[in-house]
């Protein structure tokens, strides 16, 4: 009710495996691992434990033929597609086709041009999609002295000169991302590329850093272009454990509402004018709900300024007074409350909610 | 090198206090207390923190007669400008103006049209600067009802009604937010108003939970506002602690180039391919530069896929090998470094680069 809504670009429609990506698909949420990926079994229990996150696509690195020779055991143990990495040496790519990736990702600034047309002609005889990894760190030498440096022009122009030539070999399953560690350089480069392709776009802050840095790199960059409507898949990159890439991937979607993945909890920052421990509140409410995926809004307010404001748009709501507080649900103020009996009543009423909306499916 | 930049939009120049807000000022950084008003001690206390942070503005809630008056007293003890945030009851305000406050808040929601008259009438003898701070969860019963609900058109329209009822009573000292908990709705009526307005802007996201979420939040509604130029001073809200605020603040700033406070640390998330301890290494160098305010750009990656082209574009860079990497100072490799080495040459070579910017300073 009276929120804005996102228009999403159009893009074509590819299936990694079974999975669509671009057109009307959600926008997919991908991670990466840090095993050997040689390590089959080490390397299955992360992607088993990503998707346990809610993880949809998987990207493993190849950096050597036996990693190659490793992946169609590894995805015999998983459920969500997989994209092999590859840089450099084309003949992993051949190797990663054979045996049987849902995708290969190169990267058109160090493989050459023959050797791409080999890795294209052989996926053409598969059902692999390629991701065009342009990345600010790796481009062309010609285009990079041509730009003076990783603009965004020139990743631009690097992903516009690698489509048009896997398009003339008669390849169309193509997406792209554009990646850069500079937040302003990749949103300027990402809305350059969305006007001159319709292929679905895999979106990403670079090298973003530890968890909170990246998170605010990776919401701010990605976030930037969700809300312009481009972007058909994401990946949140984060220096240490991909296990925490995936939270804070929804939480970018779930923010900008672009998926309705899991609660939306609003609460106030609290001022002078609390007079009930809401952080204690939020905290202990957040810690009972992790995990839930629930599509629910619940609103967890301090006091009378803007608490039923906006306790009426959530399903539950509350608005603190002192010591006590008022319960809204669906913007129908239901009874008072005191402060003793907040958690509880809360857990009561979003654990009714959401076995309702569980028998609406 | 390279960096697309960010053209900001042009506003007026606010002096709040001694501090320019808006036009070419640098977009500022601003909190809220949490402490009761009353208690002038634990306020000036918060305050002191929050400067100690680098917050630039700070802001206390006055709900009653004994927050007002105790506003002259905080801020004979603190040094950035003091804002009262009012609501309902506009004699707090005219209170506020008399103890000598930089700026008030006040929320046309909850103000009837005379009394706002009088509190700006009264501002205008004062060198008091006004926000008019809207908000989705109080605006004016008629606006909403037109809108059917809390819209963009409806914040936009809100924010438009009371700048001209200001504007005829001759008072131009304006700043304007427009605060939703929803962030593609926040965007949309800061980009709706700005167009329609040269006052400078307050951003936030309002409600937008505790840490990681807020961050989330915060950094993809600010994120995307600033990225198209608009916004002149900031607010991150955080269920809890107010000094969590500020190095998100500074974050986002910071991650989109916006101001350079405090190093810029690319990393990569590492994969199959890194032979390094990467996580370690970042997180003992995160903390040991934990409170560098040197705009520094430093990259620690763990492979040759993009490490030797983001070291490249860093001031002091690493490029991980099997158990070794590649040192690079301004984009050329110095030397070959052992992984056991890596942390004291870059604290080393970090400390020397601080030590030369500061001497040229």
Redesign the interface.
């Known amino acids: 009710?009276?929120?804005?809504?996102?228009k999403r670009r159009h893009t074509r429609t590819l299936l990694l495996g079974d999975l669509p990506i671009g057109g009307k698909a959600p926008v997919r949420v991908q991670s990466?691992?840090?095993?050997?990926?040689r390590d089959v079994e080490s390397?299955i229990a992360q992607i088993k434990a990503l998707e346990d996150a809610g993880c949809e696509i998987a990207r493993?690195?190849?950096?050597n033929r036996e990693?190659a020779a490793a992946l169609h055991r590894i995805k015999e143990g998983i459920s969500t597609p997989l994209i092999a990495?590859i840089?450099?040496d084309y003949r992993l790519a051949l190797k990663a086709i054979e045996e049987g990736v849902d995708g290969i990702r190169i990267?058109p600034g160090?493989m050459k041009a023959d050797r791409v047309r080999e890795v294209v002609l052989t996926a053409k005889d598969s059902p692999a999609v390629i991701r065009l990894g342009v990345?600010?760190?790796?481009?062309e030498k010609d285009i990079l002295s041509k730009?003076?440096?990783?603009?965004?022009d020139?990743l631009v122009e690097s992903a516009l000169r690698s489509i048009r030539f896997i398009e003339d070999l008669g390849f169309e399953r193509l997406k792209v991302s554009l990646k850069s560690?500079?937040?302003?350089?990749m949103?300027?480069?990402y809305r350059g590329l969305a006007e001159k392709t319709d292929y679905p776009l895999h979106l990403g802050v670079?090298?973003?850093?530890?968890?909170?840095?990246a998170?605010?790199?990776?919401?701010?960059?990605?976030?930037?272009l969700?809300?312009d409507g481009i972007g058909d898949t994401i990946r949140v990159?984060?220096?240490?454990?991909?296990l925490h890439?995936i939270p804070?991937a929804f939480?970018?979607l779930r923010?900008?509402?672009v998926r309705r993945v899991g609660p939306d909890?609003?609460?106030?920052?609290?001022?002078?004018?609390?007079e009930i421990d809401?952080?204690s509140l939020?905290?202990e409410f957040?810690r009972n709900l992790a995990g839930v995926g629930a599509d629910i809004k619940i609103?967890?307010?301090g006091?009378v300024?803007?608490?039923?404001?906006?306790a009426a748009?959530a399903d539950i709501g509350i608005a603190g007074g002192r010591g006590e507080g008022l319960l809204f649900k669906k913007g129908k103020i239901v009874r008072k409350l005191k402060e003793s009996e907040f958690l509880s009543v809360l857990l009561e009423e979003t654990g009714k909610l959401i076995a309702e909306r569980e028998r609406g499916k």
């Open positions: 009710m009276g929120e804005s809504e996102i990466m691992t840090t095993t050997d990926t390397t493993v690195a190849v950096p990693a990495d840089h450099f990267n160090n990345n600010s760190g790796s481009l730009h003076g440096g990783p603009t965004a020139a560690s500079h937040v302003p350089t949103v300027a480069a670079t090298e973003a850093g530890t968890l909170l840095r998170a605010i790199k990776s919401a701010a960059g990605i976030g930037s969700l809300i990159s984060i220096t240490g454990d991909p890439e804070v939480g970018i923010a900008l509402d909890i609003i609460s106030c920052p609290t001022c002078g004018r609390c809401l952080p939020v905290d957040e609103a967890l307010m006091c300024v803007n608490g039923p404001g906006e748009e």
